[in-house]
Structure formats: structure tokens, C-alpha cells
């Protein structure tokens, strides 16, 4: 009776260390420290690898192994709204052959890289060609054959068409829209965008490593299997695509467990917007319909640019740790003062991620331990067995 409590015993300590084997199987030291203050740390597409999406397995350590508190700050960019400027209308004409002939006046000869036209609703297909002249007798090509939008607005009986072209300083800019034998568009009036600093924030985000894609075509659905060179973060998703000039067609993109749906039309790069995945494989299905299928040329995947936001002392060694699948996101006070900190600090290197204390020889690593995990529980579950039906024997000797 005593050997078999002996031995239960024996069996749930080694289950117990078992668990506690578990630790930070990666680790990165940090560059040195020069002077006391606030670091940023660069999250790159390797380091996202080997960790989770919200950071839970992520610590910064000293070298008496105390943790360090830290935030995750998103970086983001200020970015420019822009004004509409008006462009005085020379002439509007529409010759024989059909083509609409529209001359706008830059007085001030600014350097413009688009104009654009208030249009009257108008689903229709058209092409123009752009020039430009500082006497209105010379005239000198700036883009041909460039696509109007096939478009309208819901909300009001105009829409706005942009032309967009090289940087250019000509007084005057004519605009010919060939319109076949069509009627010519209602063309309200023109003018080009100027920009002006507000207080808006885009999101910045970090190109991952290339990816690996193959594309099958069958029952009318294009499937692409893409392939990472590891589970980086993705925040965005941007497809290549070679198809005709014009087309619309729904698209798929499964993740894990999640699966997203969009659409694409008359474009050749669209950019997708899922949610936060980590996965090194996934797969977009692009629907045709009876159409032929489209021919995706490439696939690229970004993750949202973040950095580790830290207080660190000039005397001190600092190494990041990371992949610990049993942790927890830490609660650090510091998220509290998180709009104290300086939107401008230093950034702060780290070394190559390697291996974090690799297990001494003749004892087993945690990776060991995962594999007796199994028998263990089975000879604890056995040991209990045999010890219940001792103690129901010697229960009924004594009845």
C-alpha cells in the first residue's frame, strides 16, 4: 500500500515539473544601452513570427532576469487632406469626329500631376488623351489613351472623374475624349487637388518576406495556395492581377479559421484589408463565373509597422524573450501613461533570435518532457486503478 502512494506521488511531481518545464524558447539581446530613457524597438516580420498576435509571449528581460514593463505602439504617419482648386474652362467643344475638345487655363503655371473634371452622372466607357501648351498654337502630349471611371454618384447627379499624369507646368491643358459615335458627357467644371496638412493618421505598414503562390483554375473558381516562409503577421494583402479591361468578380480569402470576402473589378493591384491573422499558409478563390479566369501575376503580404516602447537603464544588459506558448499578456502600469511617453525616441536594435538556453546535457528539454506527457498521465491513471480496487479489497475483507 505504501509503495503504490510512493509511486502516485513520484508520478504527479514529474507531471507538476513537466509543466513548469515550459518556458521562452527564443531570445534576442538587445543592443546597448547609451543612456537612460524611452527605446522604440522595431517589430520586423521575423521577430512577429515568433510571437502571438497580441504580444502575450513577448517579455524584455535584464540580466537578473527581471521583466521590464513595456507598450506596443502602433507607428503611424500624418498624412495631407486635399482641397479642390478651380481651373478656369478656355473652351468646350465637341468636333466633328466626336471628340470632346476641353481647354483649362493653370494661370499661375503650378506643378500639376492631375485635373479634375465635374461630370454629370454617366455610366459609359470613354478614353482620353492629355496635353499641354503655354501659347494654346504649340501643343506637346502628356498621357494618351488614359480610361475614364465607368461610375456615378448615388447621392447627388455628378461625380468627380480624375486624370491623373507626369508633374507638369503648362499654362493650359487640353483634354480630348473620344467619344465614337456617342453623345459627348456634361462636363460641369474643372480643377486639380491641392494638399493641405491636417491631423489625420494613416496606419504605416512593413512588407513581409516574398511569398510563394500557385494558382489552379477549375469549375469556374481560381483557387491560389500561398505560401509564407513562416506564420508572420499579416495585416494586409496585396494581389497582382492580369485580366481583361473590364470585369468584377467576388474573392475569397481563408486564413485559419477565418474567412474574408471581397470584390475586384477593372484594376490590376487591389489591396485587402482582413483581420489579423498569423498563418504561414492561406488560400484566395477568385469566382468567375462564366467568365475566363484572371491570371494572378503576384501576391504580397504587409504587417501594420509596430514598435515595443520600453524604459531602460544605461547600466543595464536587456534580451528580448519570446515564444512561450503558455503565456499570459502581461498588465504593466505603464499602458496607463502611454500618451506621456515622447512620440520621438530612439530606436533600438537587436541581435539575431536564437535559441533561449538550450537544456544541459543528460537532462531533458521541454520538448522531451511533451512527448512522455501522455504515458505519464496513463501510468498515474493506472497506479490510480490498481490503488482503488486494493482499498475496495481490503473494505470488503473487513465487512
Known amino acids: 500500500m505504501h509503495q503504490s502512494r510512493n509511486i502516485l506521488l513520484c508520478l504527479l511531481v514529474a507531471c507538476c515539473s513537466m509543466g513548469k518545464a515550459q518556458q521562452f524558447g527564443k531570445k534576442a539581446a538587445l543592443q546597448p544601452v547609451t543612456a537612460t530613457g524611452f527605446y522604440a524597438i522595431d517589430i520586423n516580420p521575423q521577430l512577429s513570427s515568433f510571437s502571438t498576435l497580441d504580444f502575450a509571449d513577448l517579455r524584455i528581460a535584464d540580466e537578473q532576469g527581471q521583466y521590464q514593463p513595456y507598450i506596443i505602439r502602433s507607428h503611424v504617419e500624418h498624412f495631407f487632406s486635399r482641397q479642390s482648386q478651380p481651373l478656369p474652362i478656355i473652351s468646350n467643344t465637341v468636333t466633328d469626329s466626336g471628340k470632346t475638345v476641353l481647354i483649362v487655363e493653370n494661370s499661375q503655371q503650378q506643378k500639376l500631376k492631375e485635373v479634375t473634371l465635374v461630370i454629370r452622372n454617366a455610366v459609359v466607357s470613354r478614353t482620353a488623351n492629355i496635353s499641354g501648351s503655354d501659347n494654346r498654337q504649340s501643343w506637346f502630349a502628356i498621357a494618351e489613351n488614359v480610361n475614364l471611371e465607368s461610375r456615378f454618384s448615388d447621392s447627388a447627379d455628378r461625380y468627380v472623374q480624375q486624370f491623373q499624369f507626369p508633374l507638369s507646368s503648362y499654362r493650359y491643358f487640353k483634354i480630348e475624349i473620344n467619344n465614337g459615335k456617342n453623345d459627348a458627357l456634361s462636363i460641369i467644371s474643372a480643377g486639380h487637388f491641392t494638399a493641405v496638412?491636417?491631423?489625420?493618421?494613416?496606419?504605416?505598414?512593413?512588407?513581409?518576406?516574398?511569398?510563394?503562390?500557385?494558382?489552379?483554375?477549375?469549375?469556374?473558381?481560381?483557387?491560389?495556395?500561398?505560401?509564407?516562409?513562416?506564420?508572420?503577421?499579416?495585416?494586409?494583402?496585396?494581389?497582382?492581377?492580369?485580366?481583361?479591361?473590364?470585369?468584377?468578380?467576388?474573392?475569397?480569402?481563408?486564413?485559419?479559421?477565418?474567412?474574408?470576402?471581397?470584390?475586384?473589378?477593372?484594376?490590376?493591384?487591389?489591396?485587402?484589408?482582413?483581420?489579423?491573422?498569423?498563418?504561414?499558409?492561406?488560400?484566395?478563390?477568385?469566382?468567375?463565373?462564366?467568365?475566363?479566369?484572371?491570371?494572378?501575376?503576384?501576391?504580397?503580404?504587409?504587417?501594420?509597422?509596430?514598435?515595443?516602447?520600453?524604459?531602460?537603464?544605461?547600466?543595464?544588459?536587456?534580451?528580448?524573450?519570446?515564444?512561450?506558448?503558455?503565456?499570459?499578456?502581461?498588465?504593466?502600469?505603464?499602458?496607463?501613461?502611454?500618451?506621456?511617453?515622447?512620440?520621438?525616441?530612439?530606436?533600438?536594435?537587436?541581435?539575431?533570435?536564437?535559441?533561449?538556453?538550450?537544456?544541459?546535457?543528460?537532462?531533458?528539454?521541454?520538448?522531451?518532457?511533451?512527448?512522455?506527457?501522455?504515458?505519464?498521465?496513463?501510468?498515474?491513471?493506472?497506479?490510480?486503478?490498481?490503488?482503488?480496487?486494493?482499498?475496495?479489497?481490503?473494505?470488503?475483507?473487513?465487512?
Open 197 to 399: 496638412e491636417g491631423n489625420q493618421q494613416a496606419a504605416m505598414y512593413v512588407s513581409n518576406p516574398a511569398c510563394d503562390f500557385i494558382q489552379k483554375d477549375s469549375n469556374n473558381i481560381s483557387c491560389i495556395n500561398v505560401t509564407q516562409s513562416a506564420s508572420f503577421h499579416t495585416d494586409r494583402i496585396v494581389l497582382y492581377v492580369k485580366g481583361p479591361k473590364f470585369f468584377k468578380r467576388a474573392v475569397d480569402i481563408q486564413a485559419g479559421g477565418m474567412l474574408h470576402s471581397f470584390f475586384i473589378s477593372a484594376d490590376t493591384v487591389f489591396n485587402f484589408y482582413p483581420s489579423s491573422f498569423k498563418q504561414r499558409y492561406f488560400v484566395i478563390r477568385i469566382y468567375n463565373g462564366d467568365n475566363p479566369p484572371l491570371t494572378v501575376t503576384r501576391v504580397a503580404t504587409q504587417q501594420q509597422h509596430k514598435q515595443v516602447v520600453t524604459y531602460l537603464e544605461a547600466t543595464k544588459n536587456y534580451h528580448l524573450l519570446l515564444s512561450d506558448s503558455l503565456a499570459v499578456k502581461p498588465d504593466y502600469d505603464l499602458q496607463q501613461f502611454a500618451d506621456s511617453i515622447p512620440a520621438d525616441i530612439k530606436t533600438l536594435g537587436f541581435e539575431s533570435i536564437v535559441d533561449n538556453n538550450p537544456p544541459a546535457a543528460g537532462l531533458p528539454s521541454a520538448s522531451a518532457w511533451k512527448k512522455w506527457l501522455w504515458p505519464i498521465l496513463i501510468a498515474v491513471l493506472a497506479v490510480l486503478a490498481m490503488f482503488t480496487l486494493r482499498l475496495l479489497k481490503d473494505v470488503q475483507k473487513k465487512q
